[in-house]
């Protein structure tokens, strides 16, 4: 793999960041209760797994958790001509009158999280829809913004961030390539 | 890994690695036909013509179903209320819906080899429906999926083919894909209507009776004796067809415990499927036309990703 890069977040870092968003999702929603999380394919549903371990271990109570992949709701279909495989959207429950935080790790264009959002309503009509991201790096081409994010980033179009994870999909570091 | 054709005119084009990233997206395009909106924006705007030359119920409404749930538009043209009645060549009638525009033409013809006939002249992506006596991939990749499901895997399982190889192009089909994913193929059926040269297609054996092939089979195909296709050469009477070649519940004794039961449908009863394995707890034959949807939403989605991106 790639090491090059300059490191903006190790495991710790991480960690820190995840514990100050669960507990600002605990604030805004008053606790966990219609409280759903739904990842993003792929890194957003790694990073929902570490939010829902803090915020069980926090209340004491199991938190939803479902996934979303957002590739059949794409508006670079035609550039990216099909030749991307669908993965599993996972929601086993309603959505009806909740309120679900989607969790993605880098929020970049925006594109992404329109996606999610019209994946998600065809699910249902949910109360309210969060946003919580690890890194903000801007660049945002439609008007959305994330309720809660791990840090903020400024980059330059040439650069690339890049969260990795462990073979155990535990997140360990955050990455800023040059290309 | 991408999917880099135009067209799908049978599994005889792909390669295992193509017939599994079909599988895999028709797999996790499943969940999209349970949802209580069943439906997804991909296709928006796109236009699909089914063009059937033959009759079909299940193959034509599977592939209309899987074309509305991806939000394709999709115009039905049948031969009996087409112009080919009245003598219209096979490029005219081409040319005359292309005249109107659409994405993907889904073809079903009696003749083997008109898709790529027809493949070679339009600009839009052709998918094979059914040509003849020669493919059928969008049966063949849901049996795939069907059995990759049950047992999740395909290489290395025993799959007995009974009944009329020659013209089936269901058989042809899953042959070509089932060998191709490292699957071992038994074909059975009166030595009239096993086609000569056959064991060319790759890890295929012919049985000379219905025992052989279904000795520890995983799966058993029944395929459908065609009365409207074969005439009345190829065997003497329908009875003795299914004294020999027929599958019931004893002759079922000799596959594998967990033996699966497929036909691609319609089912004669009581010639080469007894109603009592038909409807037995081994048959998976209505989840074949359940994932039939997923595979051929899984097929129009690939097909018409347009050009690869250069590298």
Redesign the interface.
């Known amino acids: 793999m790639n090491r090059d890069g300059t490191i903006i977040l190790d495991g710790a870092g991480i960690k820190r960041a995840l514990t100050r968003i669960a507990h600002e999702i605990l604030e805004n929603n008053k606790g966990i209760k219609d409280l759903v999380l739904v990842g993003i394919r792929t890194g957003g549903i790694y990073l929902a797994d570490e939010l829902v371990k803090i915020l069980e271990e926090i209340e004491g109570e199991t938190v939803t958790v479902g996934s979303v992949?957002i590739t059949?709701?794409?508006d670079d279909?035609?550039g990216?001509?099909?030749?991307m495989?669908?993965?599993?959207?996972?929601i086993p429950f309603s959505v009806e009158g909740k309120n679900v935080v989607l969790v993605d790790d880098v929020l970049f264009t925006g594109r992404t999280i329109r996606a999610a959002m019209?994946?998600l309503m065809?699910?249902?009509r949910p109360r309210t829809v969060q946003l919580a991201v690890l890194i903000d790096r801007g660049h945002r081409e439609l008007p959305i913004r994330a309720d809660f994010v791990g840090r903020n980033v400024p980059t330059s179009l040439k650069e690339n961030i890049l969260v990795r994870f462990d073979s155990g999909n535990h997140p360990v570091e955050v990455v800023l390539q040059k290309s | 890994m991408g999917f880099k054709h135009k067209d799908i005119l049978g599994l005889q084009d792909l390669s295992g690695e193509e017939i599994y990233l079909l599988l895999n997206t028709a797999e996790n395009m499943k969940e999209i036909n349970s949802r209580e909106i069943k439906k997804v924006p991909t296709l928006r705007g796109k236009t699909i013509v089914n063009l059937f030359f033959e009759p079909s119920t299940r193959t034509r409404t599977s592939f209309e179903l899987a074309a509305k749930r991806l939000s394709a538009d999709t115009i039905n043209i049948s031969a009996s209320t087409s112009a080919v009645q009245k003598g219209e060549t096979l490029s005219d009638t081409a040319r005359n819906i292309l005249a109107m525009k659409p994405d993907i033409i889904v073809m079903r013809h009696s003749i083997s080899g008109a898709h790529h006939y027809l493949a070679k002249r339009v600009s839009c992506s052709i998918v094979n429906a059914g040509d003849g006596a020669h493919e059928h991939p969008s049966q063949a990749l849901l049996d795939m999926l069907t059995m990759r499901e049950r047992f999740g895997r395909l290489a290395g399982l025993k799959v007995a083919i009974v009944g009329d190889i020659t013209h089936s192009r269901v058989a042809r089909s899953n042959i070509c894909g089932l060998t191709k994913v490292g699957a071992k193929i038994y074909l059975a059926g009166p030595p009239t209507m096993i086609p000569q040269g056959v064991e060319r297609l790759g890890a295929v054996t012919v049985c000379k009776t219905i025992q052989e092939a279904l000795d520890g089979a995983d799966v058993v195909m029944m395929l459908r004796i065609q009365l409207e296709r074969q005439g009345k050469t190829l065997m003497p009477t329908l009875r003795e067809y299914s004294r020999y070649f027929g599958l019931n519940r004893d002759l079922l004794g000799l596959a594998s415990p967990d033996v699966m039961v497929m036909h691609p449908g319609p089912m004669n009863r009581g010639v080469e499927i007894s109603s009592d394995v038909a409807d037995g707890p081994n048959s998976y034959i209505l989840q074949q036309v359940e994932n039939g949807v997923a595979v051929r939403m899984s097929m129009l989605y690939h097909v018409s990703g347009g050009e690869l991106p250069t590298e």
């Open positions: 992949d059949l709701y794409r279909f035609k990216h001509a099909a030749h495989p669908v993965g599993r959207t996972d019209d994946a065809d699910y249902g």
